[in-house]
C-alpha cells in the first residue's frame, strides 16, 4: 500500500509517518516546511521515506508527485493551524486549507486515489456550554467561529462534496486538541513548558476557563491508523478523549509538575471569539474500529514535560521564532479593543 501523507513533517502528521513506518507501510511525504514544520521529527525514519518539499497550493507542482508516486491512499494532515495566527492573516488559511484541499482532491480523483483520509479539526463544530453533559457528534452541524475552524469546515465540505458527486472514497476525522512531543510552541502547553523553563510570566487568556478535551499525540495517531485500516467511504469519525480541562487547569498542573508556583500565571485579555469549549462523542469510532486512547492526561503530561526539558534547545529556539508574532498579535488586539 502506498502512501502519500501531507504535512508529515507537522506535529501529528510526523506522528502518523513515524507509526506507519514502523508497521511496514510504503511512505512519500509532502510538506512545504512552514514555520511549524521540522524534518528533525522524522529524524528516525527520514531513510525509509521520499520526502518532497512542496506547497499543495501549487498544483503543477503537486501533480508531478502524484504522477511519480502513484498512491493508493493520501493522508492530508497540511494546514494552517494556529486560531491566533487565523486572526491576522484569515487568507493564508483559505488558500492552505481549502485551496490546497481542493488540488488534493482534484488530483487525487484524476489519479484513483483508492482512499482520502482528511484530518479535520473538532473546532468545525462550534463551542459547547459549560454544562459537561453535551458532547459533539459526527451529525452535529457546523458552526465554526474562528477564520482557522472556518477554513477547515470549509475543507470538510469539499471532501463530502467530492464523496457524494465523484463517488470518491474519502473519510473525514475530527481529533480533538493534541498534545505531546515535538509541538510547536505556539501551543498552550509547549509555550507554558518553555515560559517556565525560562522563569518567564505564562500569559492566559481570559480567565483561563475555556475547556478543551486533550488527546495524546500518539493515541490520536494510532486513532488515524485504525481508521485507515477500518474506516468506511463517506463516514466522519470524532477522535478525543474524556480528559476535559480548562486551560488554567492544564497551566497550574505544568507549574506542579516542573516545582513552580502560580506566581507566572498573567492573565490577559481574551481573543475576538474565542470558543468556550469543545467535546466530542467518540463512540463511533470505538465501535467501528475498537480505538481507545491509552494514554491519560497525567501520563502523558509527565511525558511531555520530560521530552522538552530533554529537548530544552530545540523547544527554546523555536520559541524565539514565536516571539515576534506574539509582539504583533498583542498590538492588533490592543488596536482591535480601541
Known amino acids: 500500500m502506498r502512501l502519500l501523507i501531507t504535512g508529515g513533517a507537522g506535529f501529528i502528521g510526523s506522528a502518523f509517518v513515524r507509526l506507519a513506518v514502523n508497521n511496514g507501510l510504503d511512505i512519500a511525504v509532502v510538506d512545504s516546511l512552514t514555520y511549524a514544520g521540522d524534518l528533525e521529527r522524522l529524524n528516525e525514519v527520514f531513510e525509509k521515506i521520499r520526502f ?20 493508493q491512499v493520501i493522508i492530508h494532515f497540511a494546514a494552517e493551524t494556529h486560531v491566533d495566527r487565523s486572526i491576522i492573516a484569515p487568507k493564508d488559511f483559505v488558500l492552505s486549507n481549502v485551496i490546497g484541499t481542493t488540488n488534493l ?11 482520502f483520509i482528511h484530518i479535520s479539526t473538532d473546532e468545525v463544530y462550534g463551542e459547547l456550554p459549560q454544562d459537561k453533559t453535551k458532547k459533539f457528534k459526527e451529525t452535529d452541524s457546523l458552526l465554526p467561529n474562528s477564520p482557522y475552524s472556518a477554513s477547515k469546515a470549509s475543507a470538510d465540505m469539499f471532501v463530502r462534496a467530492f464523496y457524494r458527486t465523484y463517488g470518491f472514497p474519502a473519510v473525514i476525522v475530527r481529533p480533538s486538541n493534541n498534545y505531546g512531543p515535538w509541538q510547536y510552541p505556539e501551543k498552550l502547553i509547549p509555550l507554558t513548558i518553555a515560559k517556565v523553563l525560562l522563569n518567564e510570566k505564562m500569559p492566559v487568556y481570559g480567565k483561563g476557563e475555556n475547556i478543551r478535551t486533550w488527546l495524546f499525540v500518539e493515541d490520536c495517531a494510532e486513532a488515524i491508523f485504525r481508521v485507515l485500516e477500518k474506516g468506511q467511504a463517506g463516514e466522519i469519525y470524532n477522535i478525543g478523549s474524556n480528559e476535559e480541562k480548562a486551560n488554567i487547569e492544564v497551566v497550574k498542573c505544568i507549574l506542579n509538575i516542573m516545582g513552580k508556583d502560580e506566581s507566572l500565571i498573567e492573565f490577559v485579555a481574551d481573543r475576538p471569539g474565542h470558543d468556550f469549549r469543545y467535546a466530542v462523542d467518540t463512540a463511533k469510532i470505538k465501535e467501528k474500529t475498537g480505538w481507545k486512547p491509552k494514554v491519560s492526561f497525567e501520563e ?3 511525558k511531555t514535560i520530560k521530552w522538552y526539558v ?16 506574539v509582539r504583533l498579535l498583542k498590538y492588533n488586539y490592543e488596536n482591535a479593543r480601541k
Open 52 to 71: 518532497y518539499s512542496i506547497d499543495i497550493t501549487n498544483e503543477q507542482v503537486l501533480e508531478e508527485v502524484f504522477v511519480k508516486e502513484r498512491p
Open 310 to 325: 530533554d529537548k530544552k534547545e530545540w523547544l527554546l529556539k523555536k520559541k524565539e521564532q514565536v516571539e515576534d508574532f
Open 105 to 115: 482532491l482534484g488530483l487525487s480523483v484524476k489519479y484513483t486515489v483508492q482512499r
Open 300 to 302: 502523558g503530561l509527565e
